[in-house]
């Protein structure tokens, strides 16, 4: 099953032309879907506003070296490993999830563009690949879903419980379950149940990349540009018109704000854990 392409045993009863074009067509929905939501949800409008709203407010200008320093450090704090993320566990299963899906979305197209067809033999790494980047993707995205999710953890409520918000990470852990269900039922020659995967793997990845407009795909396109404005108005001074953050320890902000010593004391009496006393999982 792991070593084995699936696309090319597909092949026998559905052309390569046929498995190319829809995959053409995926990326069409997503690219038209993604410039949708920013018309309905005007976010380039609100993003190219504000930063130039923040260019009028800052103290310093940030050079073109620097914003490049910047970009690096988002590509690999936000893009690559997800620093924003504070709690470990949610971290690694968007990591998970995140590089699973990078995975297995970038082995489907060069397994059906290069390998689609019987005469054409894959290299063994390939569907390895594909198989392990969707474990990978239902690994983390079951782990989100069954215990990290804030409204299941610590609101209580109940997994199996819906929203549209959901649409998106239920399509992905759907396509991901039902593409190695049925590469594992196509394997073992068994025929009507293989069909039937294929069929669910085909409908749960068409939602996926087809409901981009009510989803929250197009956040992944939209998060690192954020997060480099964010920075450049940390760097430029402007910071989103949020007070900076000051070292109440330090004695020149005890100078300049002065009733801090007097609200802290110079040894603050221990109140307990407070909110680190235990998680908030019964609100």
């Not at 026998?12 to 498995?19: D, G, K, N, W």
């Not at 430029?236 to 320890?249: F, I, W």
Request: aromatic share 14%; charged share 15%.
């Amino acid at each position: 099953m792991f070593t084995s392409n699936p696309f090319s045993e597909l092949s026998a009863s559905i052309p390569a032309a046929v498995m190319q074009a829809y995959i053409i067509l995926m990326v069409l929905m997503v690219i038209g879907g993604t410039v949708l939501d920013m018309m309905h949800k005007k976010s380039a409008q609100y993003f190219f506003e504000n930063a130039k709203k923040a260019q009028k407010n800052a103290k310093r200008s940030v050079s073109t070296g620097e914003k490049a320093t910047i970009a690096i450090q988002v590509l690999l704090d936000e893009v690559l490993t997800s620093g924003e993320f504070c709690n470990v566990k949610r971290r690694l299963s968007h990591l998970l999830t995140m590089y699973g899906f990078v995975i297995f979305v970038v082995t489907t197209a060069i397994l059906i563009f290069g390998y689609a067809t019987p005469e054409a033999s894959a290299p063994v790494i390939l569907p390895l690949l594909w198989h392990i980047g969707a474990l990978m993707l239902a690994v983390g995205g079951y782990w989100f879903w069954f215990f990290i999710r804030v409204d299941v953890s610590a609101e209580g409520l109940t997994w199996y419980r819906l929203e549209r918000a959901d649409l998106f990470i239920v399509s992905l852990l759907a396509t991901a379950t039902f593409g190695l269900i049925w590469s594992f039922t196509q394997s073992q020659g068994i025929t009507g149940w293989s069909t039937l995967f294929f069929v669910l793997f085909i409908m749960s990845s068409t939602t996926l990349f087809g409901s981009v407009l009510w989803s929250k795909f197009a956040h992944m396109f939209f998060k690192p540009a954020a997060a480099f404005q964010k920075r450049v108005t940390r760097a430029d001074g402007s910071r989103e018109n949020l007070p900076a953050e000051y070292d109440l320890t330090d004695p020149a902000v005890q100078a300049k704000f002065p009733d801090i010593p007097e609200y802290m004391g110079k040894n603050p009496a221990y109140m307990g854990q407070g909110i680190n006393r235990e998680s908030a999982n019964h609100y």
